[in-house]
């Protein structure tokens, strides 16, 4: 591995943070996927916490660590001479998406500022395989990278105060899918009716870091539709293993 990277650092009492290199790209991601399973394997036995970012991870203890010193001694023995494998197939998940005007608030504005029209946006927007780089802000709200560069818009100055369940956004570079309502200022184009995190549900977010996401477009009629069979409980991801 890189002798100046992973870099290790103590942060506080209870947490270590290991940091890689300051870019976003599938092969740094391929890295803090594979070192986080690592740690989790190599402390299975101990109560810690693994969460990664684009770049960095932060393992996470539920007690004071005794001796930091022997902590961080530990895992630059647990990288050294670690020999990056790649994930074997990540899941790819179809997701359904209405671009509706009703719905996609901000699809004028992002076609009058791109100058694009609304069958380019939604083109545009379904046709990559989007990586799952990272879960956050919100739990399961999917950071997704991949997104067309005629795409990009810049996120609102002034934030909505709500932003609807399952609405779709984009923000500068990303896309991603508001998993609860709240407030938000990532520019809405669509809704989808997909339930991402249910706190009941073993795990809470079954989409993963590291996971493909594909959008699919759907008719105003066929969301209802979708939203109905998922009250009903008879709604199932379509999802594939990604061989791409």
Avoid at 13 to 31: H, W
Avoid at 62 to 81: K, R, S
């Amino acid at each position: 591995m890189n002798s100046k990277f992973p870099r290790i650092r103590v942060m506080g009492e209870r947490a270590i943070l290991v940091e890689f290199e300051t870019e976003i790209s599938e092969s740094i991601l391929q890295k803090v996927l594979f070192l986080k399973k690592k740690i989790e394997d190599h402390y299975h036995k101990v109560n810690v916490e693994v969460i990664n970012t684009y770049n960095s991870l932060l393992v996470y203890y539920d007690h004071t660590i005794d001796n930091v010193y022997n902590e961080v001694l530990a895992l630059e023995d647990l990288f050294q001479g670690t020999k990056i494998t790649k994930k074997s197939y990540p899941q790819l998940y179809n997701i359904p998406v209405c671009y509706d005007a009703e719905l996609g608030l901000d699809l004028k504005l992002l076609s009058k500022e791109n100058n694009l029209s609304l069958e380019q946006i939604i083109g545009l927007h379904t046709h990559p395989f989007y990586t799952v780089f990272f879960i956050g802000f919100l739990p399961g709200f999917l950071y997704l990278g991949g997104l067309d560069k005629k795409l990009q818009i810049s996120r609102k100055i002034q934030p909505r105060m709500l932003v609807q369940k399952g609405a779709v956004g984009i923000g500068e570079n990303q896309t991603g899918i508001y998993p609860k309502s709240s407030p938000g200022g990532w520019q809405i184009i669509g809704n989808s009716p997909v339930p991402l995190f249910d706190k009941n549900r073993l795990p809470p977010c079954e989409i993963l870091a590291g996971d493909k996401v594909k959008f699919y477009q759907v008719s105003k009629s066929e969301f209802e539709k979708i939203s109905e069979e998922i009250k009903q409980g008879k709604f199932q991801f379509k999802k594939t293993n990604y061989e791409g």
